[in-house]
């Protein structure tokens, strides 16, 4: 019986979730929280290998054993 319950009420979950405005109540444009991806992400990426790799450097020369 119990598997039942949870089935309907994923159900219902699930209907109330696909409402036609649900997925934006508060209005906000869709495009104002959006952050480009090339300039952004490729610097930090760059700047995230670069200290690894200084790490794994400093690691190996200054400590080799």
């Known amino acids: 019986l119990l598997p039942f319950v949870i089935v309907g009420l994923t159900l219902?979950?699930?209907?109330?979730?696909?409402?036609?405005?649900?997925?934006?109540?508060?209005?906000?444009?869709p495009d104002c929280d959006k952050i480009p991806f090339h300039p952004y992400y490729t610097i930090k990426d760059?700047?995230?290998?670069?200290?690894?790799?200084?790490l794994?450097?400093?690691?190996t020369l200054f400590s080799p054993n």
């Open 12 to 29: 219902v979950h699930l209907t109330f979730l696909h409402e036609t405005g649900s997925n934006n109540p508060l209005g906000i444009p």
């Open 46 to 54: 760059i700047l995230g290998f670069a200290l690894m790799l200084s």
């Open 56 to 59: 794994l450097v400093a690691l």
